[in-house]
């Protein structure tokens, strides 16, 4: 029983339990445990949240790559257009040179024509 000395004689008794501190304490313990949840629920939700605009931020930044690589892509192929077109508008344009003196020798012909005719 409680509040007796032990058995042994000894001098040293263990004092009773008040009833009223313990139901304190059992009051405290069911606060602290209700105050616990309510800390992680929050934790919860705020890992949720974070959870949720990682994702975001992810999903964005690869929606980002993949964009550049398409941008990337098409810049390479109009490139190669380009300078396929302009390989063919200098193959185009190789006669002109030719066609250019033949132009300086008609005027040159037409003015010694002209000087006669004067």
């Known amino acids: 029983p409680r509040g ?3 058995a042994g004689g000894g001098g040293s008794s ?3 339990i008040d009833p009223g501190a313990l139901q304190d304490v059992v009051a ?3 606060q602290v445990a209700a105050q616990v949840d309510e800390l992680l ?4 939700c705020g890992l ?14 690869r929606d980002g790559v993949e964009s550049l690589g398409e941008a990337a892509d098409l810049s390479i192929r109009a ?12 193959r ?3 006669p002109v040179p030719a066609l250019a003196k033949r132009i300086r020798d008609m005027k040159g012909t037409l003015e010694r024509l002209e000087g006669l005719c004067k």
């Open 92 to 94: 185009a344009m190789q």
């Open 4 to 6: 007796e000395p032990p």
């Open 41 to 44: 629920r929050n934790v919860h």
């Open 79 to 90: 490139m190669y257009a380009l300078v396929a077109r302009c390989e063919e508008l200098d």
């Open 14 to 16: 263990i004092p009773a």
């Open 48 to 61: 949720q949240a974070l959870t949720a605009l990682s994702v975001g931020c992810i999903q964005t930044y």
């Open 28 to 30: 405290l313990a069911g």
